[in-house]
């Protein structure tokens, strides 16, 4: 996410020819464009970070729902 928000970043000073950001040029951006697919689409999936962050959120569901079948036998 930090890379995405740094791409952003860069587009708009980039645009707006905000100080020194003016002078760099849009093939610096377009590569970090480029890291950014290849960490989303390939590295991430291949270190299994997909996977842990599908697996915290059935977990925090399997928390609520044994939460809530125990909440309603104590009623």
């Known amino acids: 996410m930090p890379l995405i928000i ?4 860069l587009v708009g000073l980039r645009y707006f020819e905000v100080w020194r950001f003016a ?4 093939w610096w951006i377009v590569g970090l464009m480029v890291v950014a697919f290849i960490w989303f689409e390939f590295i991430e999936k291949i270190l299994g970070l ?4 599908q697996h ?4 925090q569901r399997r928390k609520d729902r044994v939460k809530q ?6 009623k």
């Open 50 to 53: 997909d996977k842990k962050k």
């Open 6 to 9: 740094l791409i952003v970043l």
């Open 56 to 59: 915290d959120v059935d977990e």
């Open 69 to 74: 079948s125990f909440d309603k036998t104590r």
């Open 23 to 26: 002078e760099i040029s849009w």
